[in-house]
């Protein structure tokens, strides 16, 4: 389905991967995992063929369904609906047969209202051939199952949210994949870039076992563990030390188990190197004090450097984001306000009436099922859309920080430090480059365009962004997602820390116990109340 030799994979002059030699085959569910900026979302691109490499071969066969991070293609005045059933060619058909239909009621000359009904005829034929009105019934289950429900898929996509467009995009794969009431085609294989961003417990708990049960070949990346543990049966590990991929044939668990044990031979086997290296440069310094035996310890020298040669690269500790929110500028006692708020999309009444006073200090958590305006509560709080009705009013002192689940506070096409310089246009140059460095961007990644990076490697230059801007009031939309562990904990402590006021949107759990919020928001009702432990359960729900 897949065939890579001698892959070569590279971001500026730094090497992510090196001749590496991969295969994906029917019945292959492969874990692609490492730490953030390794490479992982490069090397699937590259395997969707949306990126070339930079050396190598990648061979594809078969059907490909491939899930980038930030989906940004497509019409966006097509309805939802229609951008799902495109995936199999059944909305053009759908459009096709109503005027048809329309036609034979329509023509009044008997032979034009002939050819209409045998134009009917064949396009019912071809729409039965690809599944017909079962084919339509199954998109329709497969997006309620990613929650979107039928108001949603009448809307145009233009309309809707950055992580209900990217559940359209999802449900569109899988319904090209999928056979009505099986699991998929055999030869269509999946490259599923963190999948479960945006969806709701239940709609994770679905994925998994359609997943579980796709026959064709399947490539995620994905930080949520519970998915790999049920899903995978292979593991590629990205080590970006070494620029290689590391291949287990095995599930989750026992790849946990072996990688523990390579890392523990491998530091085993470097230690004993070393100390035999040493023992060899310590007698070959001896010898070299005596004129007849230089040549003897040059030798014993070149042997020391032959035994540290032949080992594996020393894995460096991976390094981790030091992230920590900005001191937040002095502000009045109530730095933001928001007053009879309402959003609607076209006919569709997103939410209505919503007040909000955002005192300093405070912390809020904005709660509501998918859809219910979460998102857009945050864009019109921070100017990025206007309301129908209402208004946001800033208070005495008020600098707003806000973070994009779409990221987009970053422009994509300009580099990594014209962003960060955007986001702090006074600061002094070198405060910035210490701060990007801090948040490991250093060399030649500065020149790097934005578009390019990795999901949390954008997740990480959005959120040095914030730490520049000296915001008192903090719009965060779920700002763990993308992120390895090591990194997502940062963020959490950073929460902790921060002396300013938060409002939150987020689907983790963590993220919120980190807060420790004091009330909560509910949508689409603008209900607002005390926080209590009782709505952390709500929270992977909403």
Not at 276 to 305: G, I
Request: charged share 25%; glycine share 10%.
């Amino acid at each position: 389905m897949i065939t890579v030799t001698d892959l070569e994979l590279r971001a500026g002059s730094r090497i992510l991967l090196s001749d590496a030699t991969l295969r994906v085959q029917p019945g292959d569910r492969i874990g692609l995992v490492g730490r953030n900026g390794a490479g992982k979302t490069t090397t699937l691109r590259v395997l969707a063929g949306e990126g070339q490499p930079y050396g190598g071969e990648v061979r594809r066969a078969g059907e490909l369904g491939y899930l980038p991070q930030d989906p940004r293609e497509g019409d966006l005045h097509i309805t939802a609906k229609d951008r799902v059933l495109s995936a199999r060619g059944l909305d053009e058909l759908l459009r096709d047969m109503e005027k048809a239909q329309t036609a034979m009621a329509e023509l009044v000359d008997d032979r034009e209202r002939e050819s209409a009904v045998r134009r009917y005829g064949r396009l019912e034929e071809r729409f039965a051939a690809l599944g017909g009105y079962a084919a339509e019934s199954e998109a329709a289950r497969i997006c309620a199952n990613l929650g979107l429900p039928e108001r949603v898929l009448a809307q145009e996509v233009g309309t809707l949210s950055g992580g209900q467009r990217r559940r359209v995009e999802l449900a569109r794969i899988l319904f090209a994949a999928a056979e009505a009431g099986a699991g998929g085609k055999s030869g269509t294989t999946l490259l599923l870039d963190e999948p479960t961003n945006h969806l709701d417990a239940d709609s994770i708990a679905w994925l998994r076992g359609f997943l579980k049960a796709h026959t064709g070949g399947l490539i995620v990346i994905s930080h949520d563990v519970e998915l790999l543990a049920a899903v995978v049966n292979k593991v590629w590990f990205l080590d970006a030390t070494r620029g290689e991929v590391d291949v287990y044939n095995m599930g989750w668990q026992r790849y946990l188990e072996a990688r523990a044990a390579d890392e523990k031979r491998r530091r085993r086997e470097r230690a004993n190197a070393e100390k035999k290296a040493s023992a060899l440069m310590a007698q070959a310094d001896k010898m070299r004090a005596k004129a007849t035996k230089a040549v003897a310890a040059q030798n014993m020298a070149k042997r020391a450097e032959k035994l540290l040669a032949g080992l594996d690269a020393e894995r460096t500790a991976d390094r981790v984001a030091r992230i920590r929110f900005p001191d937040p500028a002095p502000c009045g006692r109530t730095p933001l306000t928001a007053e009879g708020l309402a959003k609607s999309y076209g006919s569709l009444e997103i939410f209505t009436g919503v007040d909000l006073a955002i005192d300093r200090g405070s912390r809020v958590v904005v709660l509501g099922l998918n859809g219910a305006g979460k998102t857009t509560l945050l864009r019109l709080l921070a100017g990025m859309e206007q309301p129908d009705t209402g208004e946001v009013v800033a208070g005495h002192g008020l600098r707003l920080g806000y973070y994009a689940q779409e990221h987009e506070t970053l422009d994509h096409s300009a580099s990594v430090w014209a962003n960060i310089r955007h986001a702090a246009p006074d600061a002094p140059e070198q405060q910035l480059r210490n701060l990007l460095g801090t948040f490991l961007f250093t060399g030649e990644q500065l020149d790097q365009p934005a578009g390019t990076l990795s999901g949390g490697e954008k997740t990480r230059l959005a959120l040095a962004g914030l730490v520049s801007s000296a915001a008192n009031v903090l719009l965060l939309d779920e700002p763990t997602n993308n992120l390895d562990p090591a990194s997502r904990e940062q963020v959490l402590d950073a929460l902790r820390g921060y002396q300013g006021a938060v409002v939150l949107v987020t689907h983790d759990p963590g993220a919120v116990e980190a807060l420790e919020p004091e009330r909560v928001i509910l949508l689409p009702d603008g209900t607002e109340d005390h926080w209590s432990a009782d709505y952390l359960e709500l929270v992977q729900l909403a």
